[in-house]
């Protein structure tokens, strides 16, 4: 056994340590993936979408079909949706509720992830994964998102954990020690039945993908490793049948409601988003290399030691480094596959972060013992660039809203201060901490730093530019009952808050002209111009946040001109 598997499990036998790693583990979980998950209103076209079509099953309790605006949508599965669905009943329609399946979801595999890191290497390198992966931000951005993205990441992930069980990777005393309900079926056939429900449950959070990025990691590392054997575990019957059992009802059934389904979802939604370009996300080969690097901030530079550690375990990739390549194969397969895609979104190679942030955290920290030169600057050098993204961060939110404006006026302002306070310490000392040579220390700090921050500091209050919510929620106020509400020139990810936020589907101004009283939304200066010269009767003229709103009456002789107001 190696001194990074003896030493450090040691010191963390110490109560205090014990109870410092509980309470850092447990506040960076809850900052990173639950706080301010209401924050900001729906951002993008697609937010706005998935959660209206969740609000829409929830009201018609109608849990197979998919309904947008009352209309059939198959654009994804319904897992995400009946998870939105469930937490709107739970706790009312809103942001938060909408977001809280991703928060759960990405929680639920960073455990999954953090007892494999357990049970293949350490406690030592499960700790560090649970500190590290949270705080990416791939994994806080998506676990922020109303959408499908973390919840199929989750799901897979869950299923390659169960995967590495069934190919042998975790040690067999191990095995046994796992499973103390296995009186009915051996633990194999347990974990197979396990296996096929995750993979079940992944199909019916985006689709046949799973499968797909699933068989391909554990074929390569089975091309690799020499161990066909083993990989065929994962296709045990009780595996099929939990599977078919778990993914193909709702297939079916909406495939017996709406003849088009298979059309529409498998054809348009899959082959078509994969073969041609013609959902206009064209993006060049090399794409996703950047976007990785993205993704795994802060801890970018682990990448290092990484790839140096990968080396080594196809060197010795019948032995000890069978894990190291299982991680890789898992982790580079969806990028490699998604490369080759005609559509390209950031959020196709979420599934390759979690077992990437492993083999960084286990790379680093074996080598970090053996007084590796390249990973100490590794660790120093992602602490330091975690200091300048809090920097950063507090220098743009003192910008947007000023410095007396910066918390919450809420009865916690005070504990929100001490704690933003307390995190700016500890950025201080983790990079003193660096200057000293000390990279666990100073990565120890860093974590506390980026909790306090990340759980203090709402940074991005600025709906009126990246959401719709703020003027939604004002047109709401003064909207009348026979009411229209139109849209000029407002880009469509804009135009899909509002339908949300208002509950009715919103029309364009030169698709539809109103023949009563309407609000139009402005969003641009051409609009004024244009709407000048029609007949159209100008009641009012408002300012709410981002855009100007006009109300107008039905056609008149008399044309009123149209004055923009200052914003």
């Not at 947008?68 to 319904?78: A, D, I, T, V």
């Not at 206009?280 to 990484?306: D, E, G, K, N, R």
């Not at 375990?313 to 397969?333: H, P």
């Not at 509002?498 to 609009?527: D, K, M, T």
């Amino acid at each position: 056994m190696t001194t990074a598997e003896t030493s450090p499990e040691k010191n963390a036998t110490a109560p205090a340590l014990r109870a410092g790693w509980v309470v850092l583990i447990c506040a960076t979980l809850y900052a990173c993936y639950f706080s301010h998950l209401g924050a900001i209103g729906f951002l993008g076209p697609d937010e706005p979408r998935y959660a209206s079509v969740a609000r829409g099953m929830a009201e018609s309790r109608d849990w197979i079909t998919p309904r947008l605006y009352g209309k059939p949508w198959f654009e994804k599965p319904p897992l995400y949706y009946w998870g939105a669905a469930l937490s709107f009943k739970l706790f009312g329609v809103s942001e938060a509720a909408a977001r809280l399946p991703s928060a759960l979801c990405a929680l639920l595999a960073t455990l999954a992830l953090a007892w494999l890191a357990w049970r293949l290497y350490s406690a030592e390198i499960a700790r560090w994964l649970l500190l590290l992966l949270p705080t990416t931000v791939a994994m806080i951005g998506f676990s922020h998102a109303a959408a499908p993205d973390m919840p199929f990441s989750a799901m897979l992930t869950i299923t390659m954990v169960f995967a590495g069980v069934l190919v042998r990777l975790v040690p067999s005393n191990h095995l046994r020690s796992s499973w103390s309900f296995t009186s009915f079926a051996s633990p194999i056939s347990f974990t197979s039945l396990l296996f096929g429900l995750f993979l079940g449950l992944a199909v019916l959070a985006k689709g046949p993908a799973a499968v797909i990025l699933c068989g391909g990691g554990i074929f390569f590392w089975a091309l690799f490793t020499k161990r066909w054997r083993d990989a065929l575990a994962v296709v045990h019957p009780a595996a099929i049948a939990a599977f078919a059992i778990t993914a193909l009802p709702w297939y079916i059934l909406c495939a017996l409601r709406s003849p088009d389904f298979f059309g529409i979802f498998i054809v348009e939604h899959n082959f078509k988003r994969y073969l041609t370009p013609e959902f206009q996300h064209i993006q060049p080969f090399w794409f996703y290399f950047p976007i990785v690097l993205v993704a795994v901030l802060p801890w970018t530079l682990l990448l290092l030691p990484t790839a140096r550690e990968l080396a080594r375990s196809f060197q010795d990739r019948l032995g000890v480094g069978a894990n190291g390549i299982f991680l890789a194969t898992w982790s580079i397969f969806p990028c490699l596959f998604f490369s080759f895609s005609q559509s390209k979104l950031p959020g196709y190679i979420l599934p390759a972060i979690p077992p990437l942030m492993l083999l960084c955290v286990s790379a680093s920290t074996r080598l970090l013992a053996a007084n590796s030169r390249l990973t100490r600057f590794a660790f120093s050098g992602s602490a330091l660039i975690a200091v300048a993204t809090i920097v950063a961060a507090f220098v743009s939110s003192v910008r947007l809203r000023g410095l007396y404006r910066l918390m919450d006026m809420t009865e916690d302002a005070p504990l929100r201060m001490l704690v933003f306070v307390l995190g700016l310490l500890a950025g201080v000392i983790a990079a003193v901490f660096v200057l000293r040579r000390r990279p666990r220390a100073a990565l120890f700090c860093i974590v506390t730093a980026l909790v306090a921050f990340l759980w203090s500091v709402t940074v991005a209050r600025v709906d009126s530019s990246l959401s719709s919510r703020q003027t939604a929620q004002a047109l709401a106020g003064i909207l009348r009952p026979d009411e229209e509400v139109l849209v000029c020139d407002v880009a469509r990810s804009y135009v899909y808050g509002f339908n949300f936020y208002l509950h009715r589907e919103v029309s364009e101004w030169g698709q539809h002209e109103p023949q009563r009283q309407a609000l139009v939304v402005i969003g641009s200066p051409a609009c004024w111009s244009e709407l000048n010269g029609r007949k159209y009767h100008v009641r009012t003229e408002l300012d709410f946040a981002r855009w100007p709103v006009i109300e107008v009456e039905g056609p008149s002789p008399a044309t009123l001109p149209l004055r923009r107001q200052s914003q």
